[in-house]
């Protein structure tokens, strides 16, 4: 069973446009983390997000998490090529386990 | 500081052949430990995890077993490989993130490709 559902699958823009992917679940989530992953290599962890509405500012990366505590969205404001990668969201419950969604995968073309 | 590695990095084996993929951690001690698959360019599936030596939780049934004979090291096995068991596994270890939410930091990952 998917539990997290994210959205584009795919995103091919230009550089210097602006972008939101989308995390959705029918579950509330202790914290929902935003991952990013370049191909080879292991996920890196962007952000945390724990407070129902909280809004978190990483240089260009904007991080809002719902105020249910189910869904999460990712802001990336005049896009570079150095973006270029998947975007990974994450749930956090409080039985030790963190659910993956399948991925955002984003292409800045320059 | 602590961290996490996984060996080794990439693995090429026929089927019904035997698997061990190891990964160890340094710098912590009793770590929740995980093991991801990826598919190609996708999400992560929970395989299995470990809250301590011996204790193991499976996510799927699947061809795979995992065991922790020691607190800081997490093995992922295979006594016979299935076409279906290729992919990127990936290790990683719990810690205490911003306001005590879980967080992962993760291995290099294993690309396995059977053949």
């Known amino acids: 069973t998917q539990l997290l559902e994210q959205s584009p699958q795919f995103l091919s823009i230009q550089e210097g446009e602006n972008l939101t992917v989308y995390c959705n679940s029918s579950?509330?989530?202790?914290?929902l983390q935003w991952y990013r992953q370049e191909p080879g290599e292991g996920p890196v962890l962007l952000v945390t997000?724990?407070?129902?509405?909280e809004v978190k500012k990483l240089k260009r990366l904007t991080f809002q998490f719902g105020d249910a505590r189910k869904d999460s969205s990712l802001h990336i404001t005049a896009a570079q090529p150095g973006d270029t990668g998947l975007y990974l969201c994450?749930?956090?419950?409080?039985?030790?386990?963190?659910?993956f969604g399948k991925g955002t995968r984003l292409h800045i073309l320059p | 500081s602590q961290t996490i590695h996984q060996w080794p990095a990439t693995l090429v084996q026929p089927v019904g052949s035997p698997l061990s993929l190891e990964c160890t951690v340094e710098?912590?001690?009793?770590?929740?430990l995980y093991w991801y698959r990826q598919a190609a360019g996708r999400g992560l599936q929970l395989l299995f995890y470990?809250?301590?030596?011996?204790?193991i939780s499976s996510e799927v049934p699947q061809n795979l077993s995992a065991s922790r004979p020691q607190d800081r090291q997490f093995i992922l096995s295979s006594k016979k490989l299935l076409l279906s068991d290729s992919g990127f596994y990936l290790c990683?270890?719990?810690?205490?993130?911003?306001?005590?939410?879980?967080?992962?930091?993760f291995g290099a990952g294993s690309r396995l490709t059977v053949l």
């Open positions: 997000v724990v407070t129902g509405g």
């Open positions: 470990s809250v301590g030596i011996g204790q």
């Open positions: 710098g912590t001690s009793n770590p929740n």
């Open positions: 994450a749930g956090g419950k409080r039985d030790d386990k963190i659910i």
């Open positions: 579950s509330v989530f202790s914290s």
């Open positions: 990683a270890w719990m810690r205490t993130g911003v306001a005590g939410a879980n967080v992962l930091t």
